[in-house]
């Protein structure tokens, strides 16, 4: 369990995150992540990473569980700043980043694929922000960069999710594959990325990063400004420790229910 690295083929690293039941990330999980994808950016033999996942989703978020049973605001502080600095970690990755995604892919998962240079995707994959339910706000800034604005709107006020193939049909998704396909899917775009010159392929990100017209850090941190408010005010609490259900709710495949239980 955790965060492990392996490099399966010549000039590609594969960062995997393993938290059961259902990958929400725990403070420290967070800090592991971009760890392990900044490491793998900055070896020289690297030219790729591909950033996947365990269990039965990619990403379920933060582990809620944690900011219940601890007191005041340390969690959620630990967990702004985590989500912070995986999401930076992802963007700034010195070489690019394929997100091969199964299952669900909700809250934080959508700060990971929204920075990822590509995203290659299951058949079984949703995307989604449950924010609202769950007392937070954030990752609008990663979300608009996966479908229209008005479509991001749209899906972050419901808190519904979006399957692999309307993102892909958005252009978001680069490929969508049965699931026992996915990690050769991923592996197969991440090796013909790497199969390119390793200085020209760093200067190449840092190039394309340069010209992105939204800051995303400074967007996400605005937008982590207003989830910290929420929880001054109270109502983070409220919303929070009945996951929404006072609210019309959403489909999130079970994942809420499971980190009830």
């Not at 995203?119 to 922000?129: E, N, P, R, Y």
């Not at 800034?141 to 899906?155: E, G, I």
């Not at 010209?211 to 983070?236: C, H, K």
């Amino acid at each position: 369990m955790g965060v492990s690295t392996s490099a399966p083929h010549k000039g590609v690293a594969v960062v995997t995150a393993d938290f059961p039941p259902v990958n929400a990330l725990p403070v420290r999980g967070w800090y592991e992540l971009a760890a392990a994808v900044r490491a793998a950016g900055s070896d020289p033999e690297v030219r790729c990473v591909v950033l996947t996942a365990e269990g039965r989703g990619f990403n379920a978020g933060v582990d809620i569980k944690e900011m219940q049973r601890t007191e005041g605001h340390g969690a959620l502080i630990g967990a702004n700043r985590g989500c912070f600095e995986a999401f930076a970690a992802v963007y700034e990755c010195e070489v690019p980043v394929v997100a091969a995604v199964h299952g669900f892919c909700l809250g934080g998962g959508i700060g990971l694929v929204g920075n990822a240079d590509a995203i290659v995707a299951s058949d079984d994959a949703t995307f989604g922000l449950p924010e609202l339910d769950r007392g937070a706000l954030g990752a609008a800034t990663h979300l608009a960069r996966l479908v229209p604005q008005h479509l991001m709107r749209a899906l972050y006020y419901t808190s519904r999710t979006a399957t692999a193939e309307e993102l892909h049909r958005h252009g978001s998704v680069w490929r969508v594959v049965p699931r026992e396909e996915l990690r050769a899917a991923a592996l197969e775009l991440a090796g013909e990325i790497a199969a390119k010159d390793g200085q020209l392929i760093r200067l190449a990100k840092a190039a394309i990063n340069g010209i992105d017209p939204v800051d995303v850090r400074r967007s996400y941190r605005f937008e982590q400004g207003f989830t910290f408010e929420a929880n001054l005010s109270g109502v983070a609490d409220r919303v929070r420790d009945t996951f929404g259900t006072h609210t019309s709710g959403t489909d999130t495949s079970g994942t809420d229910k499971e980190q009830r239980a």
